[in-house]
């Protein structure tokens, strides 16, 4: 078992390696040998009842394509079941998640809205950032505003909902290459933060 991570399992054979990953009752692994594969296999149907679903591609609402060039996971489904429950199914679509004019604060003046619906929105949006680290300031931005949202606030989410609209097909490539290579990148508007008057910094990782 994994310290920090204790759904995650680890059984090493010489020199591979078997990954198990357990939530509730859903199970997924991956060897290095297939062999590990087959004997994992058969230790769990002598203990449980189980039925094995075969080559994964669909897990936690995460969607996952397996290709002889690498792995591409994302969320399309779940980014359209959002954009339904939400009724923006039909909202025309932005190329950008925010203005660059725009300065969020706490908008004490303008227009109170429905907070369960706010919360609703935001932490379905926090889920989907495990494919989508490219809306982590925007989503994270927004949740400061939870306790007391306003219209002004609602406005920038339904503005991240069009941008998803836009790019529902984006996220994450893992290539099987050799040549794979991690690129970060970072910017800060010093102090302008309307809140806190603090640094706001985001960091984007490719």
Not at 134 to 142: E, G, K, N, Q, R
Request: hydrophobic content about 40%; proline content about 2%; glycine content about 4%.
């Amino acid at each position: 078992m994994e310290k920090i991570d204790t759904t995650i399992f680890i059984k090493s054979k010489e020199n591979d390696m078997l990954l198990v990953q357990i939530y509730v009752d859903d199970i997924i692994f991956g060897p290095t040998n297939v062999s590990l594969c087959e004997e994992f296999d058969k230790c769990m149907h002598s203990e449980f009842e189980m039925s094995m679903m075969g080559e994964l591609n669909f897990f936690l609402r995460l969607q996952i394509k397996q290709l002889n060039e690498g792995t591409f996971i994302n969320q399309a489904k779940y980014i359209r079941d959002l954009l339904k429950k939400f009724n923006m199914e039909e909202a025309k679509t932005v190329k950008t998640l925010m203005s660059s004019s725009i300065k969020l604060d706490k908008d004490e003046k303008g227009k109170s809205i429905d907070s369960t619906m706010y919360k609703g929105m935001i932490g379905s949006l926090l889920y989907l950032i495990a494919s989508r680290p490219d809306i982590i300031y925007s989503v994270c931005l927004c949740d400061r505003f939870q306790s007391c949202p306003k219209e002004s606030h609602l406005s920038v989410v339904k503005r991240i909902l069009k941008y998803l609209k836009r790019t529902m097909d984006i996220g994450l490539w893992y290539p099987k290459s050799d040549n794979f290579e991690l690129i970060g990148f970072s910017d800060a508007d010093f102090a302008s933060c309307k809140v806190k008057e603090k640094t706001l910094v985001a960091i984007v990782i490719y």
